[in-house]
């Protein structure tokens, strides 16, 4: 398998089954990290990950964790839990406070970068 490079010119990605086996999900490198490419690599689960001063390099590991929302299976006991309602959920609620949080440097690093 070889290791693809992404034009500048768009933001289409080579198919993740394409991805290398070693590293496990190796892709893609090159490109740039602009909403429309960061969009469409998410939208076909690749993520960025890479050091800041090296080119981006694009993953898509095997297996994912892909969760259609649509096939989800509501047991009768999580139900019954969800209507004590123990809990609430947001959407976006601190975005910039969680993303700044997450871009502090961590022992295991990450992808997170001023970029």
Not at 67 to 77: D, G, M, Q, T, Y
Not at 83 to 108: D, M, S
Request: proline share 11%; net charge neutral.
């Amino acid at each position: 398998m070889q290791l693809f490079q992404l034009s500048p010119n768009t933001t289409l990605f080579p198919p993740v089954e394409k991805a290398l086996a070693d590293p496990n999900g190796l892709l893609a490198f090159g490109g740039d990290l602009s909403p429309a490419r960061v969009l469409a690599a998410y939208r076909a689960g690749i993520f960025p990950w890479y050091s800041p001063g090296d080119p981006i390099l694009w993953w898509s590991p095997d297996p994912r964790a892909i969760l259609h929302p649509e096939a989800l299976h509501i047991s009768r006991s999580l139900h019954k839990f969800m209507r004590k309602q123990p809990f609430h959920i947001t959407l976006n609620y601190a975005f910039a406070a969680v993303v700044h949080a997450c871009a502090h440097a961590r022992q295991e690093g990450t992808w997170i970068s001023p970029e």
